[in-house]
């Protein structure tokens, strides 16, 4: 069974926007396309990609189910067979990291010091989550696709 491919909406080329998250969207498709997926984590891809193609009505409507159905194939992808997206596990990690900082310098009852505390966590974050996404390329767990906010 292969992965079906989104169908692209009328409006969508109007709305600079969202005609590149489409892509973007796209492009994560033909790169899952290319890869040896299981049989129960394809029939699942292939149904948030139905819920999107009959997402049509608005292009609001359109946005809210393309949002949903990639944060949906990537937690499923991450979960069952542990592939993720470019940089993941640095982007998440240094938000952590970050609260990390923080709770550093509340426990040390020294927040009059966060302008130490805080680029600790960060760089504790970031060096830990760039650690994770090395071993993930060199386990070939990463897709060739990045998040992009």
Not at 12 to 23: G, S
Not at 69 to 88: A, D, V, Y
Request: net charge positive; no cysteine; charged share 25%.
């Amino acid at each position: 069974m292969q992965i079906i491919l989104p169908k692209p909406i009328a409006f969508i080329e109007r709305n600079k926007r969202l005609y590149r998250r489409f892509t973007r969207f796209e492009g994560l498709i033909v790169e899952l396309q290319s890869r040896d997926i299981p049989e129960d984590i394809i029939i699942e891809i292939n149904n948030w990609i139905k819920k999107l193609n009959y997402a049509k009505e608005t292009p609001r409507d359109f946005k809210k189910q393309l949002r949903i159905s990639q944060r949906e194939i990537l937690n499923l992808l991450e979960k069952k067979i542990s592939l993720i997206p470019t940089n993941h596990n640095f982007n998440k990690y240094t938000g952590i990291g970050i609260v990390l900082g923080i709770v550093l310098g509340t426990v040390f009852h020294n927040m009059s010091m966060s302008g130490l505390w805080l680029p600790m966590g960060l760089i504790f974050g970031m060096a830990y989550g760039n650690r994770l996404d090395k071993k993930a390329i060199e386990g070939d767990k990463v897709l060739d696709f990045e998040l992009k906010y």
